[in-house]
């Protein structure tokens, strides 16, 4: 089956970076497109960065240029690259697959952006 194991969140200052990382497995990892989201406190999910099956790469506005959606298809595991953090930034991220009809998320990792 499908399972998505997030790892890499924790405390950062702003300004600082944190890389997440996504075990993937139960699929062939890099035939589907994946996502990263993330939940803040008080506020819905929203999509932050997403990988298609090609490479291409695209990023919610408000972390372009500071965050960074690859992958390591040897691994299988999905990354997000996060710099110059800010404290809007402090969320849960979760990484996510839509396979064969059905939305599969990992169990999520926090991220704490303070001074």
């Known amino acids: 089956q499908v399972e998505l194991v997030e790892s890499g969140g924790g405390l950062a200052q702003p300004g600082g970076s944190l890389t997440l990382s996504c075990a993937a497995s139960g699929f062939v990892f890099g035939r589907y497109r994946m996502s990263w989201f993330r939940r803040a406190p008080g506020k819905e999910r929203e999509l932050v960065a997403t990988i298609t099956s090609d490479g291409d790469t695209n990023y919610e506005d408000a972390v372009k240029g500071r965050f960074t959606i690859s992958r390591d298809m040897a691994k299988s595991i999905l990354f997000l690259q996060m710099n110059s953090l800010k404290p809007d930034d402090t969320a849960v991220y979760y990484c996510?697959?839509?396979?064969?009809?059905?939305?599969?998320w990992g169990q999520g990792t926090q991220v704490t952006v303070s001074s």
């Open positions: 996510y697959v839509r396979y064969v009809l059905s939305d599969f």
